[in-house]
């Protein structure tokens, strides 16, 4: 079983529609929960950073973070064609080493 | 967010030889940088930790004798492929620290092996 499982995808939303991704995770040391957006070829991009449970709201992104569930989930509102990208889950425990899940594609459909 | 510039974007050598990748940390002092290994449609793979001023940590698996970190100020972090192979070809990516567990990517170095 892998440390952070995210579903792959690929997810196809037309524009305007809420985006909704998540990702489970089995260790429960993991105290910092991020969210990154890549396109492809390039580095990903830091959206939304957590720490321990809660929710974060930030324009149109919104991380929660549920830590009794090992359950992490960011919400896209409004998407946008420029939404369209690889978005990865990362977490990490006190040693600040970041497990990422697999990504997810996702393109918003003009 | 922080700008982490990586150099080279992209760089093809041949086989036997060696390739340095720099990455700069470019608006703030970075405690701690971290090295990525991503194959195509995957995620990516921490290869190794390193602090300022001390050897970097690998993850298991990751030769140390042949992925050569070098973190000599606290803007800046090298890695050099020592006898490249056609194995090796890869994206490789740096990330920056400063605060916890926020890290900041470059844009990635493409290396294709010839």
């Known amino acids: 079983q892998k440390e952070v499982e995210q579903d792959p995808g690929p997810l196809s939303v037309p524009e305007g529609a809420i985006v909704s991704l998540n990702c489970t995770y089995s260790n429960s040391a993991f105290q910092y929960f991020m969210w990154y957006r890549q396109y492809s070829r390039k580095g990903p991009e830091l959206l939304m950073y957590?720490?321990?449970?809660g929710n974060k709201e930030d324009g149109r992104f919104t991380a929660q973070v549920d830590k009794s569930s090992k359950y992490i989930s960011l919400f896209i509102r409004d998407s946008q064609p420029s939404d369209s990208a690889t978005y990865l889950c990362?977490?990490?425990?006190?040693?600040?080493?970041?497990?990422f899940g697999a990504g997810t594609t996702v393109t918003v459909r003009a | 967010g922080a700008v982490v510039s990586q150099h080279p974007s992209r760089v093809i050598c041949k086989s036997g030889t060696s390739v340095k990748i720099e990455c700069r940390s470019l608006d703030f002092q970075a405690t701690t940088m971290f090295w990525y290994r991503q194959f195509p449609k995957k995620s990516l793979m921490l290869m190794a930790t390193?602090?300022?001023?001390?050897?970097?940590?690998?993850e298991q698996g990751v030769e140390k004798d042949k992925f050569l970190i070098n973190h000599a100020s606290l803007t800046l972090s090298t890695l050099t492929v020592t006898s490249a192979h056609p194995e090796d070809s890869s994206f490789y990516i740096c990330?920056?620290?400063?605060?916890?567990?926020?890290?900041?990517f470059g844009p990635g170095t493409r290396l294709t092996v010839t």
């Open positions: 957590t720490y321990s449970s």
């Open positions: 390193s602090n300022e001023g001390s050897k970097a940590t690998y």
């Open positions: 990362a977490m990490s425990a006190n040693d600040y080493k970041l497990s």
């Open positions: 990330s920056s620290s400063a605060l916890a567990a926020e890290q900041y």
